[in-house]
DNA sequence: ACAAAACAACCACCTAGGTACCACTTGATG
DNA sequence: CATCAAGTGGTACCTAGGTGGTTGTTTTGT
């Protein structure tokens, strides 16, 4: 990609504020941004793990779930939804071994792809990267604790109420991220099924802590669902 | 510690065989070693990470788990059984972000101690080890993923003859890592009760697939215990 | 604007697995 | 060797939540 490509600019204000490529130089990202394809997934669009990645990905605009299914039951579980200035897939980044994960597009999506190979060298040729690396794998193996300990740890009611507080907008009081997905995405994101969020998003809705309007989820009483999520009070 | 220490050599060897440390030179192996002191935990011995962790440790010897709990009901997950050549607490390295993790001994535990500080003064210097880290964490990164999911996409007797296929070693037929784990740790370990792994142990025994004598699970039959992984059977 | 598909709500049933016991064994300790 | 605690086996009960199906409502594409 060239810088007369009329989305450079915008490209490049993304890729600057990407936690992955935190501390790198104007440079260093042109120079990366110069060896990148953009490309468009368009909803549901889907790709696996299972060969090998050969490319690499950064999120410019959309969100895209990485998730774990069962074939057999056909279930699936979200492990992280990402959006703008996140990457994939960077365990095939770090080593070639094969691990059986899904990506599929939740919204239209915009990346930028470069090959695998051109990207290590990038990273050698620039190596403040790495702290970056590390620390962005740090934030989600964090994230990836609280996704594996959940389900065991806490009933779906409150995984629903932390996932709807973890996502409010302060001002509007609307959810942001997950709002204009699916009930059963939701059902994925905390380890359960379509039915399930159904009845208890009634539940929250019956006791006044939420209202629904056309698929937007408004938060009405922010306290309630606070002490829906620490387990104090069952509604 | 200095190389007069009588297992000065032993802290070595398990420093060089460690994936954390892969590719350092033995020099700054030994630069390493020199700042370090040796401790010992006793089983059941508890680290909290609520209060930030000053120090960075190296297991030397025994098995530490890392788990999350809910102090409501009591009930816990454990994310890793680390053991030699394991290290942690990573992710308070790379950033000072508090997250509710614990650590507790399972047997009696060698490790040695380094202020957090001089292990980043210490990285700072030796900046190859960027990578050992980043594959260090990616690897966990895969595990933590399947911890994530196994529970909600498995059924509890399919995940505990997935944790027993996990560990068998192939000539003996014996569980050398799970071993000697009192059933309630390996509840933890697949997200269960302790009265549920006892009634699936049960079962796996009255089906031929393993026997059991004074805490020592021994493995009769692995293709039946496949199959239960597999979920081609349920016995 | 209309048909088709996707999605949400609701219900009725069912089972995996969690809770709460008690009783037995084992191994450690004074 | 007597006692005590820890670990285990086993049971009965119960409920959270998963399954499947039906209906009505949005959204989408033509």
Redesign the pocket.
């Given at each position: 990609m060239t810088p007369n490509n009329p989305s450079y600019q915008r490209y490049l204000s993304t890729l600057k504020q990407s936690p992955f490529l935190k501390d790198s130089s104007i440079e260093s990202l042109e120079a990366l941004l110069s060896q990148m394809t953009e490309e468009r997934w368009i909803s549901k669009n889907f790709k696996s793990s299972l060969e090998v990645s050969t490319t690499f990905h950064f999120i410019i605009s959309g969100r895209l779930k990485v998730f774990k299914s069962n074939p057999d039951?056909g279930?699936e579980h979200t492990v992280f939804v990402l959006s703008n200035g996140d990457v994939f897939d960077v365990l095939s980044l770090l080593d070639a071994e094969p691990h059986d994960v899904y990506w599929e597009a939740l919204d239209v999506l915009e990346v930028l792809k470069i090959p695998m190979d051109q990207m290590r060298l990038w990273i050698n040729k620039y190596p403040i990267i790495h702290k970056a690396i590390l620390y962005y794998l740090g934030e989600r193996m964090r994230q990836l604790m609280d996704v594996a300990t959940d389900v065991?740890l806490h009933?779906?009611?409150v995984r629903l109420a932390t996932l709807l507080l973890k996502n409010v907008n302060g001002e509007t009081q609307e959810l942001e991220l997950i709002n204009n997905?699916?009930?059963?995405e939701i059902?994925g994101l905390i380890?359960?099924?379509?039915?399930?969020v159904?009845?208890?998003?009634?539940e929250l809705?019956r006791c006044g802590a939420i209202t629904?309007s056309?698929?937007k989820i408004n938060v009405k009483n922010l306290q309630m669902l606070l002490s829906v999520a620490e387990e104090k009070h069952v509604p």
């Amino acid at each position: 990609m060239t810088p007369n490509n009329p989305s450079y600019q915008r490209y490049l204000s993304t890729l600057k504020q990407s936690p992955f490529l935190k501390d790198s130089s104007i440079e260093s990202l042109e120079a990366l941004l110069s060896q990148m394809t953009e490309e468009r997934w368009i909803s549901k669009n889907f790709k696996s793990s299972l060969e090998v990645s050969t490319t690499f990905h950064f999120i410019i605009s959309g969100r895209l779930k990485v998730f774990k299914s069962n074939p057999d039951t056909g279930r699936e579980h979200t492990v992280f939804v990402l959006s703008n200035g996140d990457v994939f897939d960077v365990l095939s980044l770090l080593d070639a071994e094969p691990h059986d994960v899904y990506w599929e597009a939740l919204d239209v999506l915009e990346v930028l792809k470069i090959p695998m190979d051109q990207m290590r060298l990038w990273i050698n040729k620039y190596p403040i990267i790495h702290k970056a690396i590390l620390y962005y794998l740090g934030e989600r193996m964090r994230q990836l604790m609280d996704v594996a300990t959940d389900v065991t740890l806490h009933s779906t009611l409150v995984r629903l109420a932390t996932l709807l507080l973890k996502n409010v907008n302060g001002e509007t009081q609307e959810l942001e991220l997950i709002n204009n997905l699916p009930n059963d995405e939701i059902a994925g994101l905390i380890g359960t099924t379509r039915s399930v969020v159904s009845r208890h998003i009634q539940e929250l809705k019956r006791c006044g802590a939420i209202t629904v309007s056309r698929k937007k989820i408004n938060v009405k009483n922010l306290q309630m669902l606070l002490s829906v999520a620490e387990e104090k009070h069952v509604p």
